[in-house]
């Protein structure tokens, strides 16, 4: 459960306590707690001697959290406060950094908070990637996109502060739950398609879009995160497409043949990255296979799997939509996201997604399917749901 270095990224290390003075003088420095709040804590309870049974005390008494009482067992109290906020615990790591879940000292809110590493703070251009997904992301206001609330920088860290999501991600549900029923499959690929609508009609292209990327919460609803790759089709000089020795922005199982290649990217590469999630969602398993090389070439070259080949119980109309949502040529392709929900809109209404609830009146077909939130199904025997919070 422990890391190696506090949350803002350095080592901020103090000897590990030897005694419970050491200890309680330890959690008054971290200022997790109030000085009042730790007063009327040590007035009312006599701490033991030994500094982990001191730790234990602090955690079964609500003041800290397992993570936070462990960290400063071992002499770590500084990052464990970021400006208005407490760090609770790490939820993820991405590519930029940790997330963790925090907590606003005033308001008791909870959050997702992406702590840049110290590494890449140290990059100009990575600080710059970095600034550049708040930018994005808190333009967007959408409910299948995980909102952005601050952009801080404190204790000598650059962070986010983000919506914290309950749910689990959808490469993760997959792989404990197995593929998913079609119906299901389109109605989360559906929810996704309206929020990258909303980020397309922004002047925003995400980039990195796959299962992963994607959050299921409790209650059916689907949240599109990690908008890091995001780049804004408005403004000419952000041209972050790709690093200095020209490693391609993506994930290769999912990437757009021309982002595959450094080409010109639009909305078009998000609708073939979310046609190839759909895929991964209904068979259990990424479009093509192979090591990376050969994934980018299949990409390019063969042809676009036949869903209907993969589960018998797919509906021909929904395989048409994912061939066209994979065209290999991007004017072959859906033009935006919505134009996906424009053609999964008339199978809402045709039987085929018959157990999918669809929204109760509404006066166009794309606000009318499959964009309401869908109850998760129930996983196989024995595999472990384990709710995941925010994001990686």
């Known amino acids: 459960m422990g890391i190696s270095t506090s949350p803002n990224g350095a080592d901020h290390i103090m000897p590990a306590a030897t005694s419970a003075t050491e200890y309680v003088e330890l959690v008054r420095k971290s200022g997790l707690l109030t000085p009042d709040a730790l007063a009327r804590f040590l007035e009312r309870v006599s701490l033991p001697a030994e500094p982990l049974a001191c730790a234990e005390a602090f955690a079964r008494a609500g003041l800290l959290t397992p993570f936070q009482a462990k960290c400063l067992l071992a002499g770590k109290h500084r990052g464990m406060v970021l400006g208005a906020y407490r760090i609770l615990n790490p939820i993820g790591k991405g590519g930029m950094g940790v997330v963790y879940l925090g907590e606003h000292s005033e308001l008791n809110r909870r959050v997702a908070i992406k702590v840049l590493s110290g590494t890449h703070a140290s990059d100009a251009g990575a600080l710059e990637r970095f600034l550049r997904e708040a930018r994005a992301v808190a333009a967007l206001d959408h409910p299948n996109i995980v909102r952005v609330y601050d952009v801080c920088h404190a204790g000598g860290a650059h962070f986010l502060v983000m919506e914290y999501v309950e749910g689990t991600d959808l490469q993760a549900f997959v792989a404990n739950s197995g593929p998913l029923h079609p119906a299901q499959a389109a109605g989360y690929v559906a929810q996704a398609a309206a929020g990258l609508a909303h980020a397309h009609e922004g002047g925003f292209v995400h980039r990195d879009v796959k299962p992963a990327n994607l959050m299921l919460t409790k209650n059916g609803t689907i949240k599109v995160l990690d908008m890091g790759l995001a780049r804004s089709l408005d403004n000419p000089q952000d041209n972050l497409t790709q690093t200095g020795d020209f ?34 969602l209904v068979a259990g398993k990424p479009p093509y296979d192979g090591s990376t090389t050969q994934k980018l070439t299949k990409h390019q070259l063969a042809p676009v799997p036949d869903l209907c080949k993969a589960r018998a119980d797919v509906p021909p109309e929904l395989n048409a939509i994912l061939q066209k949502m994979m065209a290999k040529n991007p004017a072959d392709r859906y033009a935006s996201a919505a134009d996906v929900l424009d053609d999964l809109a008339p199978l809402g209404g045709s039987g085929s997604f018959a157990a999918l609830p669809l929204p109760s009146g509404g006066s166009s077909a794309r606000l009318r399917v499959l964009v309401e939130p869908v109850p998760p199904p129930s996983p196989r025997r024995g595999a472990n749901r384990g709710w995941r919070g925010a994001v990686a």
């Open 247 to 280: 490693t391609v922005a993506g994930t290769a199982d999912y990437i757009a043949p021309e982002q595959a290649i450094g080409g010109k990217l639009d909305a078009r590469c998000d609708v073939y990255a979310l046609g190839a999630t759909l895929y991964a």
